[in-house]
């Protein structure tokens, strides 16, 4: 059991389990267990990412298109599961008198090696003529990188690695045409690196998974469950060639190793070689406590060493009376091993013929160009105008900024909208005080500052608030976009609240009205508060239950309808054109 932050006590699930891990030494280990009990996972912090099966398979095979001399990166390729290449096969072929090159002239026989390198000759042939992205992107793709894990476990690594790559892909030539050995370069740099860069995330918190980082990536963060494992192996004895006493400003270089005639020494460098042990030791223990004081409600540490092991970080805890302190648990029943998803019902459309796929992608193109695109919001604003409305806006556009497309218009409402989506539902004042000030600075309003922490605190004070809390899930800023008719319909949702099979749509306003005015303004986002239940649904397939408008400066919170009723009359204003301009 673990505990809410309002101390509730519910059943774990693997979405509350941390792993922290020291270094990465571990880690391809640590998911073949993971794998092997079915227990679901994903890893978090670039550093980590790059020592997966997953992305270590791709760089090969992007190695392997880059240069047709590496032997060692095309035999990686042909292993990895783009191209399932088995030992055999690949001795076969090399017994066979062929070279493992893809630029070899002469004949050579049919099977799936002699595939392999035609696929890489193919990729390597036109990676000058498109983008770094679209080439990693097109290896992916046509190698089914993304698909692989999906089909055999049923998990998401292969999806979630292969979309990594592929960012970072994009980020490298943000700057400018970048060549693929230039990026290899950069990732194999990347590789030994200590850095936080999670891989997707946010794109999957829907996932029920066990999150893998490192010790250093744990930093800020807290888990309701956290293992620390990694903890036996010793530290390396390597001193480095220099080292530097920076209190007597003594500095010693070392090279070679001792009892060696080679050896070079210069400085004092026993005792500056002494100190440094010691800021190694001290660096240790600090990161112990980092992941020791990660934990919530349980702490779970490996303290297994080997006998030869020495100053292990297992060792430095048992001595500190990690032992003495923890509770004994009883034995622990694994469950079986979850089965990989069983594709038997899955249908498979049959491909269209040759004329049947051009005829449809030219009537695909023509639509296309002929397609317009709103948000939910100007479709509303533009109703309320035909019909004659009070052209009183709460929130007055400015167009001079075009990214404010679809979100709050104004720099409060703006910066409100950005507090609400950064601050935990629990937060306390001083936090709503300082994200609140950096919100309105960043709108470039920082006079009003304390307005703008006061709406915010009034919003997590609500009733929508407060269902969030007791919510399996919610979402902030949801984007959504659905075809209808010729027109495509985007949106932003501010909140999404996920309450068993059904849905609440909530929209937070920041306009300063009174109470008894709410009514009548609630009548004129009928439309919009359609248009989302109709968008939310044709994205997710599942029904919105309520729809919730939070007046916050009012303090007050009301439904516009029946979000069936809403969608229906949304519906009938999209085709029948009266809203179509």
Not at 47 to 55: D, I
Not at 283 to 292: I, K, Q, S
Request: aromatic residues 6%.
């Amino acid at each position: 059991m673990v505990a809410e932050r309002d101390g509730a006590a519910r059943p774990a699930s693997f979405r509350d389990v941390a792993i922290l891990v020291p270094t990465r030494a571990i880690l391809q280990a640590l998911e073949r267990a993971l794998a092997a009990t079915g227990i679901p996972y994903r890893v978090e912090g670039g550093s980590l990412v790059y020592g997966t099966q997953e992305v270590r398979d791709l760089l090969n095979c992007l190695t392997a298109i880059d240069d047709p001399a590496d032997e060692v990166a095309i035999v990686g390729a042909l292993r990895s599961p783009a191209y399932a290449c088995s030992d055999v096969e690949i001795a076969q072929h090399r017994a066979g008198g062929f070279r493992l090159s893809y630029l070899s002239p002469g004949t050579t026989p049919e099977g799936r090696v002699t595939a392999a390198l035609a696929s890489l000759r193919r990729f390597h042939d036109r990676r000058h003529e498109q983008s770094l992205a679209a080439l990693v992107e097109d290896v992916v793709t046509d190698r089914g990188l993304a698909e692989v894990s999906i089909y055999d476990d049923g998990s998401r690594n292969s999806f979630r690695r292969a979309r990594f790559v592929i960012e970072q892909a994009r980020a490298f030539e943000a700057a400018g045409p970048e060549s693929l050995r230039a990026f290899v370069t950069w990732l194999e740099r990347r590789a030994g690196q200590t850095f936080l860069d999670h891989e997707g995330a946010g794109l999957d918190d829907d996932e029920d998974a066990v999150r893998v980082l490192t010790i250093h990536g744990a930093k800020g963060l807290e888990f309701p469950i956290v293992f620390v494992a990694g903890l036996g192996a010793s530290p390396s004895n390597r001193a480095d060639v220099l080292g530097v006493d920076r209190a007597s400003r003594q500095v010693a270089v070392s090279i070679g190793a001792k009892g060696r005639n080679a050896r070079f020494e210069l400085g004092p460098v026993d005792h500056v070689q002494a100190l440094e042990r010691q800021h190694a030791l001290a660096e240790r223990d600090r990161l112990l406590y980092v992941a020791a004081t990660r934990a919530r409600d349980h702490l779970v540490l490996s303290l297994f060493h080997s006998r030869q092991a020495r100053q292990t970080a297992a060792q430095r805890l048992i001595e500190a009376g990690a032992k003495e302190q923890a509770r004994p648990l009883p034995p622990v029943a694994l469950a079986p091993p979850r089965p990989a998803s069983s594709f038997a019902g899955l249908r498979v459309d049959a491909p269209p013929s040759a004329e049947a796929f051009e005829a449809e992608r030219a009537a695909l193109v023509t639509s296309a160009a002929k397609r317009r695109y709103t948000s939910a919001t100007a479709l509303a604003r533009l109703a309320r105008q035909w019909e004659g409305e009070a052209a009183e806006k709460e929130e007055r556009a400015d167009e001079s900024e075009p990214w404010a497309r679809g979100r709050a218009r104004t720099h409060l409402g703006r910066a409100v909208h950005a507090a609400l989506q950064s601050l935990a539902w629990d937060a306390d004042d001083a936090t709503v005080a300082a994200v609140a000030r950096a919100q309105a600075v960043a709108e470039a309003i920082p006079d009003l500052a304390p307005e703008v922490a006061r709406l915010a605190r009034k919003a997590l004070e609500s009733d929508a608030a407060a269902r969030v809390r007791q919510a399996s899930r919610a979402l902030r800023e949801v984007p959504f976009a659905s075809a209808f008719g010729g027109t495509v319909l985007e949106g932003f949702i501010d909140l999404v609240i996920e309450d068993g099979d059904s849905l609440e749509i909530v929209d937070w306003k920041t306009d300063d009205i009174a109470p008894l005015a709410v009514d009548r303004r609630l009548k004129e986002y009928e439309l919009q508060a359609g248009l989302y239940v109709l968008g939310l649904e044709a994205a997710t397939r599942r029904s919105v239950g309520r729809v919730t408008y939070v007046f916050v400066s009012a303090g007050v919170e009301r439904s516009p309808g029946d979000p069936a009723a809403l969608a229906a009359a949304a519906h009938q204003a999209l085709d029948s054109g009266a809203i179509d301009g």
